[in-house]
Nanobody, 119 residues
Framework: QVQLQESGGGSVQSGGSLKLSCAASGDTRCMAWFRQAEGKEREGVARFARASGIELYADSVKGRFTISQYNANNTIYLQMNSLKPEDTAAYYC???????????????WGQGTQVTVSS
């Protein structure tokens, strides 16, 4: 059983930054961040394979977002810079055995944290 707890969402102006955190317990081979804007499907933002250390990003956030981990407390982070209004969404932390971009294979999910970017 894996438990995930996100924090760090909020409101920011376009061009600003936010850092999301996800505290995890249990086996977390692949950790990922997804987001879901109102009326849209959930989409992958970034994922991190713990064994290899490989980071993967959606094209829409490359160069602006960075996923990282802090092993000491089993926490992953999503540093979001140069935020745009189109980044507005609920952001979810997820864990699963395979680092794929689609949400289906991820077995465990956090409750979500809202990010709102105003123009």
């Amino acid at each position: 059983q894996v438990q995930l707890q996100e924090s760090g969402g909020g409101s920011v102006q376009s061009g600003g930054s936010l850092k999301l955190s996800c505290a995890a317990s249990g086996d977390t081979r692949c950790m990922a961040w997804f987001r879901q804007a109102e009326g849209k499907e959930r989409e992958g933002v970034a994922r991190f394979a713990r064994a290899s250390g490989i980071e993967l990003y959606a094209d829409s956030v490359k160069g602006r977002f960075t996923i990282s981990q802090y092993n000491a407390n089993n926490t992953i982070y999503l540093q979001m810079n140069s935020l745009k209004p189109e980044d507005t969404a609920a952001y979810y932390c997820a864990s699963g055995p395979y680092c794929v971009p689609a949400p289906g294979p991820y077995k465990y999910w956090g409750q979500g944290t809202q990010v709102t970017v105003s123009s």
